[in-house]
C-alpha cells in the first residue's frame, strides 16, 4: 500500500487531478481521475492527510474520504491561490493545495456533516422563494400601476392590490387574468415558505446547539439553526472577535507604519448570518429601554451616540461574540443582562 505524507486534490465537475508527494524532497505523484475512479484510488493507499479547496461538493468528498480513514482539510480558496505557480491549471491548482496545507499558520474549514448541509439546503431555499416572492410582488405593482391601481408599499399590502386587480372595472380581463395567475403564485409561495419554516423549527428543537444559542436576544429559530449548522465547532476560532471577523462584522484595516487605520466593516465571510445578526439587532434596538441589566444598558448608551445602522452592526457584532462564548463553553445566556424592567 503506497504512503504519501499528504495529497492535494483538486475537485472538478467530471475530472479530479490529483498531486501527492511521499517526501518533502521526494518527487510528486500527479495524477489525473475521473470521477467514478476517485474513491477506488484512495482506498487503495495509506491514511493520510488530502487537503482540498473549500468549494462546491467540497463536503461530500471530505465525508466520503474520512470513511476511507484519511485525514480531509479543506482550505479557502483565497488561501490557496497565492501558491499557485505561473499559468493557473488543474495540476498548479492540486500542487498549490498541497504547499498551501502543509503551511503551519493555515487556516482550514471545518467539514459539515450531511444533516447540517441539509438544515443550510432548508435557509436557502427559504432565502430563494423569498427573493421569488419580492420579484413577484414588484411585477405586480408594476403591471398594475400602468392601469392606474396603487396600493401602499410593504409586503402586508399586497392583499389590498390583489383586491384592487379582482374589483377594479377598468381592469382588462385579459391583464385580470395575469393578475390572478401572479396571485395564485404568491400563494403557493407563502405556503412553502410556511412549510420550510416549519421544517426548520422541528430541526432547531432537535439540536441542542441550536436551542442553547437561541436565548441570546435577536436570535430565533431561524438564525440560531443557521448558525448551529454553519459552525460545527466553534473551538477554529480563537477568540469571538475572530467568530466576529469571520462574518465580516469587524472593521476593515488599512494600516502602515505603525499607525492603524479602520474603515466600514469587510463583510467578508457568511452574508446570510451577517444579514440576519444585524437585522435581528436592529429590533433589538427599538426595546432595549424598556430592559435592564448591563447588555441593555450598552445597547441605550450606544444607540444615544451613534446612528442607528452603525449600532445595529455594532451589536450584532457583540452578539456575535457572545454566540461563540456560548457555542464554546456550552454555557447558557445570562438572563440577568438582559432582564425585563
Not at 103 to 116: E, G, Y
Request: charged content about 25%; aromatic content about 6%.
Amino acid at each position: 500500500m503506497k504512503k504519501f505524507i499528504r495529497i492535494g486534490l483538486d475537485l472538478g465537475k467530471n475530472y479530479f487531478q490529483v498531486h501527492g508527494l511521499e517526501s518533502e524532497s521526494g518527487a510528486a505523484m500527479t495524477r489525473k481521475l475521473s470521477r467514478a475512479k476517485v474513491l477506488g484510488l484512495f482506498a487503495g493507499l495509506a491514511p493520510c492527510r488530502v487537503g482540498m479547496e473549500a468549494c462546491g461538493s467540497a463536503h461530500y468528498w471530505a465525508r466520503e474520504l474520512a470513511a476511507l480513514g484519511h485525514e480531509p482539510v479543506l482550505i479557502a480558496p483565497a488561501y490557496v491561490k497565492p501558491y499557485v505557480k505561473r499559468c493557473k491549471s488543474d495540476a498548479a491548482d492540486a500542487a498549490a493545495i498541497c504547499e498551501a496545507m502543509s503551511r503551519p499558520n493555515m487556516r482550514f474549514v471545518p467539514v459539515k456533516s450531511a444533516d447540517q448541509q441539509a438544515v443550510l439546503m432548508l435557509h436557502k431555499t427559504r432565502e430563494l422563494l423569498i427573493e421569488q416572492r419580492t420579484m413577484s410582488v414588484n411585477a405586480l405593482r408594476g403591471h398594475l400601476a400602468e392601469f392606474g391601481l396603487v396600493a401602499a408599499k410593504g409586503i402586508e399590502h399586497v392583499g389590498e392590490l390583489r383586491a384592487l386587480a379582482h374589483e377594479d372595472g377598468r381592469l382588462p380581463r385579459i391583464a385580470k387574468a395575469a393578475a390572478g395567475q401572479i396571485g395564485r403564485h404568491l400563494d403557493e409561495i407563502d405556503a412553502s415558505i410556511q412549510a420550510i419554516e416549519g421544517e426548520i423549527a422541528k430541526e432547531h428543537a432537535q439540536n441542542q446547539m441550536s436551542r442553547l444559542i437561541d436565548e441570546i436576544p435577536a436570535f430565533g429559530p431561524l438564525v440560531a439553526s443557521a448558525i448551529a449548522a454553519s459552525v460545527p465547532d466553534p473551538t477554529v476560532f480563537r477568540s469571538g472577535r475572530d467568530f466576529a471577523a469571520w462574518l465580516g462584522l469587524t472593521p476593515r484595516q488599512d494600516s502602515t507604519g505603525g499607525k492603524t487605520t479602520l474603515g466600514p466593516i469587510t463583510k467578508k465571510g457568511n452574508p446570510y448570518l451577517r444579514k440576519m445578526l444585524v437585522v435581528g439587532a436592529r429590533s433589538v434596538l427599538h426595546v432595549a429601554h424598556k430592559r435592564k441589566g448591563a447588555l441593555a444598558e450598552w445597547i441605550v448608551k450606544m444607540r444615544a451616540n451613534k446612528k442607528e445602522r452603525v449600532a445595529a452592526v455594532a451589536l450584532a457584532n457583540k452578539l456575535a461574540r457572545i454566540c461563540w462564548a456560548m457555542m464554546s463553553s456550552g454555557e447558557c445566556f445570562r438572563g440577568e443582562i438582559y432582564a425585563k424592567a
